[in-house]
């Protein structure tokens, strides 16, 4: 019989066990080794059969074995001590407290998803990968961050194999208290509930459920509470699940509920509001309209508001590609911004300006989540400098007047948490081991890796419906001394799992060779609405089940955290293959490099910014940067040339190195864990963020006072008004005396100018200047700012004169350019308005003034 309620029934630990709660409700046991082991203490065998989860431990322990422990003196003195220690590291300054002054008092993280640990999961992927080591680093580093996301009753799911090797999904139940969270309540002890308006009278309501990652708190809002009706409890039933009009719901009470759940969470705790908000992918850039609402409340106009939020608002995008982005139906979210739905004050058409994508390629009848975040973000930035590159492309659009190169959206490479991600056997003293003592050290992650595949592979079998006496062949799979192999990530098809097969026989070949054989470990989730997807794993495992391989290639399905933290240090090399540049950053790899896996990867994403010959290899592509929209036979074709090239790496560089050069390849090793291993961190990139966008971000919403944001927005809508009348009248330029343009040399530039009925004060007049290339268009381009000379003429136009460096030899060019100017502009690109001599824009073939 089903039962028609769940509930948990928590233990009851004798007075001098309290600690042991305080600690397993504190996710920093997730990577602080001293801290679990002082749970596995507790009960090694109830640890393993919890998977290692605290809470789960606590409510398996016998009564008679709290006894015992409340009397053990050791073990209370090792229980102080983890509790002093976890006390000091939520209490004590760390770098953020030492840093420069001005920085934000607090800053706001929301994302769709956060992997903290296995224990709590409420991630899919790389995205909630990350978001969860920037919320660790941000701890360790004392960044007073505020995590917000949603919590998901079914999480993500679980996979699992048909016999034939078909994936198929389940839903576990997930009870919040099971899980290491507290309810967030009033002073009265009712708990907090965030309220949306719907359409037709209809209000989704949410809890607010709190995760302490270590010193940063973490707001996750459940829609599966009583007030609601059924359609609303389903809100947040499944990341990334539903249809699109459950997305939306789930984007709403992410971005504009979780403003207020942040707001709550400060006014009970006394935490400093935060003066940053940072949207991690589009799907909570509604956070932003929430911010413009409260201010329009307040008084302040659309216009103003939307300037205000925008100086203290950091947008990253994770996405590549147009179809990674979540774009919705006009219509519908007309409904739901319309005059019964939510953000009172603030029109539909308002709303649906900020996510109007750009001409040529944009579909004026969709809703861009990704355009509205960059509309209400005055700093954006991709996830790796390759990334920056294609974002400026991507969204160009949104900044018609300027280059590419010129788009306002910056790079930061990701990161990942150390803690979290590297062995407890590899120490910083790993590096300066012995050749024979760091091999040993490396085959033994091999060897634990081993014994876990095993284990999940039996498991696995066992699932598909095989019986204990077909699966003797499991004791054989892999070998420690094997050269490995390993390869696990989301299945979408531009990671193409499947290069690899390309040819089976070339693939066989290598898995069998008779003196340096290799061997695969393989892992992923399809999306559950992605056939294709799932066809790429089925035929990856029917490969792999094949009798003569199938001792050195696996594929371990219900990819997580748990098997990612065994997989990544016992694999010898990393293997990535996306179809470049569609890899917007790829940080498994990263985290393979933190344990002395050396990368063999395609140059995109963060390998493309650090690859060295010490720390791997790279795969040779087809051709530069292709769109993902490639036509079928030119993808086939890039395909096969890859898939070739990949084979050949592995024949002739990586198998050699690894068994007839083992010096070579420990000095990868340590290169790896010495110079690689500092850039892949994210304390790096967490210090990057509240450097380069934090701080200025901080400073900006600091600069942008009620008064200042209406100065700011009247002068946009004057300048945007008078722009069509500004014009580049004439352009002259005086040579040397002699009339010869030589190195050292420079050009007087004197530009007339025409503004209309805009001051002098509000333009800049620049030349840009640099060497040209055989199309005529300036690379490395450098801007000289010309300067006015007396006042308007007859014509009621303006001269402005400066000289041009002649610093190098060979084709150069320059053209002018006028461009709006304001104090509290973050950059000269932030209008996208520019206006250039006449025949000389983007579109024209002239590109400027040239001299050859």
């Not at 997930?174 to 907090?192: F, N, S």
Request: proline share 7%.
């Amino acid at each position: 019989m089903k039962a028609i309620r769940r509930f948990s029934v928590r233990p009851v630990l004798p007075e001098p066990l309290r600690p042991l709660s305080d600690l397993a409700r504190n996710l920093r046991w997730s990577w602080h080794p001293d801290t679990r082991e002082l749970f596995r203490y507790v009960d090694p065998e109830g640890w393993r059969a919890a998977g290692g989860d605290p809470l789960r431990l606590l409510g398996s322990v016998p009564a008679g074995r709290l006894a015992e422990l409340a009397r053990d003196r050791r073990f209370l003195r090792r229980l102080t001590v983890g509790a002093g220690d976890l006390g000091d590291y939520l209490t004590e300054p760390r770098w953020y407290q030492s840093a420069d002054d001005g920085l934000p008092a607090a800053v706001a993280y929301f994302s769709p998803e956060f992997g903290i640990t296995a224990a709590l999961p409420q991630y899919s992927g790389g995205l909630g990968i990350l978001a969860g080591d920037h919320l660790k680093a941000a701890s360790d580093l004392g960044v007073p961050l505020v995590g917000v996301g949603l919590l998901y009753r079914h999480g993500y799911f679980r996979q699992s194999l048909s016999r034939d090797g078909w994936q198929q999904e389940s839903y576990p139940v997930l009870d919040p208290d099971e899980l290491p969270l507290e309810l967030l309540r009033e002073q009265g002890g009712t708990p907090v509930t965030v309220v949306l308006a719907l359409p037709g009278g209809r209000t989704l309501h949410a809890h607010v459920w709190l995760a302490r990652v270590g010193r940063v708190p973490l707001l996750l809002l459940d829609s599966d509470v009583e007030e609601n009706a059924p359609a609303e409890r389903n809100v947040t039933d499944r990341l990334y699940g539903g249809g699109r009009e459950q997305r939306l719901l789930q984007e709403m009470l992410l971005g504009i509920g979780g403003v207020r759940a942040v707001r709550a969470y400060c006014r009970l705790t006394g935490h400093p509001a935060p003066e940053v908000f940072h949207t991690n992918e589009g799907h909570a850039g509604l956070l932003g309209l929430e911010r413009i609402r409260e201010l329009c409340a307040d008084g302040l106009e659309f216009g103003a508001a939307l300037e205000a939020v925008r100086a203290g608002t950091v947008f990253t995008t994770h996405t590549p590609v147009p179809a990674g982005i979540d774009r919705f139906d006009r219509d519908l979210v007309s409904r739901y911004f319309g005059d019964d739905g939510e953000l009172p004050g603030i029109g539909a058409e308002q709303v649906l300006g900020l996510g109007t994508e750009s001409p040529p390629e944009g579909d004026p009848g969709l809703f861009n989540m990704a355009v509205m975040g960059l509309r209400l973000a005055q700093r954006a930035n991709g996830v790796s400098t390759l990334h920056g590159d294609v974002s400026r492309r991507m969204f160009s659009g949104l900044w018609p007047g300027f280059d590419a190169a010129e788009v306002p959206i910056t790079s930061l490479t990701n990161g990942v948490h150390a803690p979290t991600w590297t062995a407890p056997e590899v120490t910083e003293e790993a590096p300066r081991l012995s050749d024979s003592d760091l091999w040993d050290l490396r085959r033994g992650l091999r060897e634990q890796l081993v014994g876990e595949v095993r284990q999940r592979l039996y498991d696995a079998w066992r699932e598909r419906g095989a019986g204990h006496a077909e699966l003797g062949w499991v004791d054989g799979v892999l070998d420690p001394d094997v050269l490995t192999i390993g390869f696990a990530r989301r299945v979408p098809s531009y990671k193409r799992l499947t290069l690899m097969l390309r040819d089976r026989d070339r693939l066989r070949n290598l898995l069998l060779h008779p003196e340096r054989p290799v061997q695969l470990v393989v892992a992923g989730k399809a999306h559950p609405a992605d056939d294709g997807g799932k066809r790429l794993i089925q035929e990856l495992v029917r490969f792999a089940d094949d009798p003569r391989v199938r001792h050195r290639i696996v594929f371990l399905p219900d990819y997580g955290m748990g098997m990612a933290r065994k997989l990544y240090p016992g694999c010898d090399v990393w293997l990535n293959n996306p179809l470049r540049p569609l890899e917007a950053c790829g940080t498994s790899g990263m985290k393979a490099a933190l344990n002395g896996g050396l990368n063999l990867s395609v140059l995109d994403g963060w390998w493309d910014e650090w690859y060295e010959p010490d720390f791997g290899w790279a795969i040779p592509t087809a051709d530069g940067p292709a769109d993902d929209g490639s036509p079928a036979d030119g993808a086939d074709r890039r395909d096969a040339i890859e898939a070739a090239a990949l084979y050949t790496v592995l024949e002739e560089q990586v198998a050699p190195c690894f068994y007839d050069r083992p010096e070579r390849w420990l000095q990868m090793v340590r290169a790896t864990l010495t110079r690689l291993g500092p850039k892949v961190l994210a304390d790096r990139m967490v210090r990057d963020y509240v450097r380069r966008l934090y701080a200025p971000a901080a400073r900006a919403h600091r600069a942008m006072d009620p008064d200042a944001a209406r100065e700011l927005a009247a002068w946009k809508t004057r300048v945007r008004a008078e722009w069509s009348h500004v014009a580049v009248d004439h352009v002259e330029a005086a040579g040397p005396a002699s009339g010869s343009l030589e190195l050292g040399g420079c050009l007087t530039l004197r530009v007339r100018v025409r503004l209309g009925a805009l001051e002098p004060g509000e333009v800049e007049v620049q030349a840009v200047t640099g060497r040209v290339d055989r199309t005529d268009t300036i690379t490395d381009p450098e801007t000289v700012v010309l300067k006015p000379a007396g006042g308007a003429d007859l014509a009621g136009c303006r001269l402005y004169e400066g000289e041009l460096a002649l610093d190098r030899t060979g084709p150069f060019g320059y053209t002018v350019r006028v461009l709006p100017a304001h104090r509290l502009l973050a950059g000269a690109a932030e209008l996208g308005l520019a206006v250039v001599p006449p025949g000389t824009a983007a579109s024209d073939e002239a590109a400027g003034v040239l001299l050859r």
